[in-house]
C-alpha cells in the first residue's frame, strides 16, 4: 500500500505561483512512478504530469506546458508541481497519484494509477 498526502494548495492571483507537494509513504518512492491531475468543479478528472520512477522521464500536459514542472525527490519520499504563470483556468483540486510501475513507465490515464491523494485545492483568481 501506498499512501499520498498532497500539500500546498491555497488562493493565488493570476500569474501567480504555488508548488505543491506530494509525500508518499508505505513504499520506496523510487519504486513507483507518480503523476499529477486535477478535477474542476463539474468537469473529469484530468492529466497533468508524470514522471518516471528515476525522474528521467516526464510528461506534461499540453495545457500547463511551459508553465508546470513536475519533480522528485526520492531520498526525502516527495514529489511536486511546481506551477508559475498561474491561470483562472487552473482552478481545480489537484490530486497525486502512484503507480507501481517499470523503470522509465510514464502514464498520462487516471486509470492506471491504483493509489491517490485526497486532493489540494488550488483556487486562481482573476
Known amino acids: 500500500q501506498v499512501q499520498l498526502v498532497e500539500s500546498g494548495g491555497g488562493l493565488v492571483q493570476a500569474g501567480g505561483s504555488l508548488r505543491l507537494s506530494c509525500a508518499a509513504s508505505g513504499r520506496t518512492l523510487s519504486s513507483i512512478a507518480m503523476g499529477w491531475f486535477r478535477q474542476a468543479p463539474g468537469k473529469e478528472r484530468e492529466f497533468v504530469a508524470t514522471i518516471s520512477r528515476s525522474g528521467g522521464f516526464a510528461r506534461h500536459a499540453d495545457s500547463v506546458k511551459g508553465r508546470f514542472t513536475i519533480s522528485r525527490d526520492n531520498a526525502k519520499s516527495l514529489v511536486y508541481l511546481q506551477m508559475s504563470s498561474l491561470k483562472p483556468e487552473d482552478t481545480a483540486v489537484y490530486y497525486c497519484?502512484?503507480?507501481?510501475?517499470?523503470?522509465?513507465?510514464?502514464?498520462?490515464?487516471?486509470?492506471?494509477?491504483?493509489?491517490w491523494g485526497q486532493g489540494t485545492q488550488v483556487t486562481v483568481s482573476s
Open positions: 497519484a502512484a503507480h507501481a510501475a517499470a523503470m522509465f513507465w510514464v502514464g498520462t490515464s487516471a486509470h492506471e494509477y491504483e493509489y
